[in-house]
């Protein structure tokens, strides 16, 4: 099974819009929980990490310039 990759700063999309409308949200905490702040009215929130990875659809924009693979 493939695991999702995802790095702090990433801007995610997931699989239901966030009720202001956006579906971008930038991961700002990562450990066992994930704080993720919704792009549209900087709203955050703390969810388990494996209902994150569950949820999210995508990684619309990587964090910071990626190194190399
Ligand atoms: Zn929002």
């Known amino acids: 099974m493939e695991r999702k990759s995802f ?4 801007i995610v999309q ?9 579906n ?3 991961i700002i905490r ?3 929980d994930i704080r993720i702040k919704c792009v549209g009215c900087k ?3 703390l969810i388990p ?3 994150f990875e569950k949820n999210m659809k995508k990684v ?3 964090a910071a310039p ?3 693979e």
Do not use: F, T, W, Y
């Not at 997931?14 to 956006?22: A, D, E, L």
């Open 60 to 62: 619309i924009r990587p």
């Open 43 to 45: 709203h955050s929130v």
């Open 66 to 68: 990626a190194e190399p």
């Open 30 to 32: 990562m450990g066992m």
């Open 24 to 26: 971008e949200m930038e």
């Open 49 to 51: 990490r494996a209902k």
């Open 7 to 10: 790095q702090l700063g990433d």
């Open 14 to 22: 997931m699989k239901k819009n966030h009720p202001c409308g956006s």
